[in-house]
């Protein structure tokens, strides 16, 4: 199921048609505050500023050459995948219809709509939205866009190779869980590049299915998603990221709403980044995990700045 070496690269061309390679930096004050070599993949650097634009580029490149029919898609989202989703539609020639659940971020709305989208609000959280999304592409006779697809994890295994390609002796990987396609493309990049680069998933305590899922072997659902990191608020997991995950990571840390912002602020004060609460979960798994990570090589992906204005100023402001 996972993207060879050569897949990889051919999806790293399509998303070069798009977008330069994002930057992996090392920053002092980071470094110091986590107590080894850090480094830090800039997926926030993008330009949708997450890392889900690297999945749609590609996937829509797919679907263009498998079903040539097609006039639109219709996706379930919290937000970047649906950016990601409108923006590669968009450069296809391709009507994008996005689902989101009622009380999304308004400013990843406002965002999807200006990147052509027609946007939908249904249902109580992501799951709602999805089930509900399925349906209506039957209705309208759209492509279902799916939120884990083996193409979208060609897509993002291209940042990881890019990461893996400029600092090939990590020791560790920290990376965020929504429903799988991230951790699976990194997964994807280490194991065709032949390295011995540790993952480390990171979910919500709140969302914590993938975790759960990794410690019983197979795929375990939870009732709720209630966390503030909306790029994690999964309930129910793809069975086939958890095959690919629990073959291929190291472990599943679980980190709180109160670290997660805490990671926020510091990505602020060391590296004047802005980081949304999926996009400083493996920051704060790091610094959850500092003695243990004392002295090593390490890498956490930042994986997206799409924080409300109005969140992100109650974050800094908290201490």
């Known amino acids: ?9 051919h999806a790293a061309e399509i998303v070069r048609g798009a977008m330069p390679p994002t930057p992996q ?24 500023g997450a890392f889900k634009i690297r999945a749609g580029l590609v996937y829509m490149d797919w679907l263009k050459r498998t079903e040539p029919k097609a006039t639109g898609v219709l996706a379930a989202t919290r937000g970047n995948h649906g950016q990601s989703v409108t923006v590669a539609a968009r450069r296809a020639g391709l009507k994008s219809v996005i689902v989101v659940p009622q009380g999304n971020s308004a400013e990843k709305n406002t965002a999807m709509r200006a990147q052509g989208a027609e946007l ?21 006779g759209l492509h279902p866009m799916p939120s884990f697809h083996p193409m979208l994890a060609h897509g993002t295994a291209t940042y990881g190779l890019e990461l893996l390609r400029a600092v090939p002796d990590l020791d560790t990987v920290y990376v965020p869980i929504g429903l799988g396609s991230g951790i699976g493309g990194m997964i994807a990049a280490r194991d065709a590049l032949g390295l011995k680069t540790k993952i480390v998933g990171v979910a919500s305590e709140n969302a914590a299915t993938y975790a759960l899922s990794f410690a019983a072997g197979k795929p375990v659902p939870t009732n709720s998603a209630d966390t503030m990191a909306d790029g994690l608020a999964c309930r129910v997991p793809d069975e086939r990221a958890v095959q690919i995950i629990n073959r291929g990571a ?17 990505y602020y004060t060391d590296t004047h980044n802005i980081a949304e609460g999926a996009g400083a979960a493996s920051l704060a798994a790091l610094l959850q995990e500092r003695e243990r990570m004392k002295g090593k090589r390490v890498a956490v992906v930042l994986s997206g ?15």
């Open 1 to 9: 199921m996972l993207p060879s070496l050569a897949e990889i690269e």
């Open 120 to 140: 939908i609000e249904h249902g109580h959280d992501f799951q709602a939205a999805f089930e509900y999304a399925q349906g209506l592409a039957r209705e309208r």
């Open 25 to 48: 930096y090392r920053w002092p004050l980071l470094a110091e505050r986590a107590g080894c070599e850090l480094w830090v993949k800039h997926e926030n650097h993008t330009p949708i």
């Open 250 to 266: 190291e472990r599943i840390v679980t980190v709180s709403d109160e670290r997660i912002k805490a990671a926020m602020r510091v």
């Open 305 to 319: 700045g799409n924080v409300d204005t109005a969140v992100y100023r109650k974050v800094l402001a908290e201490t």
